[in-house]
């Protein structure tokens, strides 16, 4: 099977990582294996990389691409589950993790995945392929969760009148298509705004954000990566959109917070002290180079942290 993907942010996100020849490595989101490919690279002989992936479709790829290198395990999971990956695999802390957040190239092109509103497909979006469809959400959920979803995934400021619109289309027939979400939200959009950039954009993000319980997953995600991290390890993330950025550097601001003790106390009596420190205080993005060679990578951001303490 060809999975298509090119790895954004590469060579910032292998330098980040600062990989150790004999170290232990998990790709949380292994995708095609491109990040995994330049982890491997940089390992010795008794280095031990770890790769998860919940998409079937990727677990196949990475097995035909990586399966004969004594280095590799893969495993089918969503990252969230680090800790109990990592313990069946008998191994304790981890070096480095990272998280490639969000829908991959191969998911967006494959049009039977459901994930693009330029493809006529079933509305599915599914990443691990199981559980509900975005078809038997938007087909059954009320006019408060609906908008309820698109304003809080997708910051949509037209979700009343898109959930107005798939109200009305549903009680005709069900919405089942790609194609068919697709012209209903353009058609609940004003005329003015049509033009700007596709209509459908937010809403699709919104509802693969909720088939999949991404926030959720990535919060959980997070703590559990971090967990799993021997003293001097590094989790890497890169994100595609605010709401996911936002979580990251809320989270790693956290561990590296140390004393919280009111400003006005002589001393430190709360005894905290950072978990973490910033590799990169600023996120990194993709420079106009790589933006002309994948267009995908405009919204990219990747933050990095080191653990410095257990």
Known sequence: MEFSHKPVLFYKTIELLDIKQDGIYLDGTAGGGGHSAGILERLGKNGRLICVDQDPDAIEVLNERFGKDERVTVVKANFSEIPSVIKELDTEYLDGVLMDIGVSSHQLDCAGRG???????????RMSRSGPTAADYVNTLSFSELVQ??????????????????????A???????????????????????????PARKTF????????GELDRLSEGLDNAFASLGTGGRLAVIT????????????MAKWCEGCICPKDFPICVCGRKPAAKLVNRKPIEADSGELEE????????????EKIRI
């Open 294 to 305: 994948n267009p995908r990578s405009r919204s990219a951001k990747l933050r990095c942290c």
């Open 172 to 198: 005709v027939s069900p919405i089942t298509t790609t194609t068919q979400l697709a012209e209903i939200v353009k058609s609940a959009y004003p005329a003015a705004k049509r033009h700007d950039k596709h």
């Open 205 to 212: 993000q919104a509802l693969r954000i909720f088939v999949n």
């Open 149 to 170: 979803i698109l304003s809080a995934y997708g910051e949509e400021k037209f979700a009343k009148n898109i959930a107005r619109a798939i109200e009305r289309e549903r």
């Open 240 to 251: 595609f959109h605010s709401l996911e950025d936002r979580m990251v550097k809320q989270r």
């Open 115 to 125: 994930f693009s509103y330029h493809s006529e497909a079933p509305l599915d979006m």
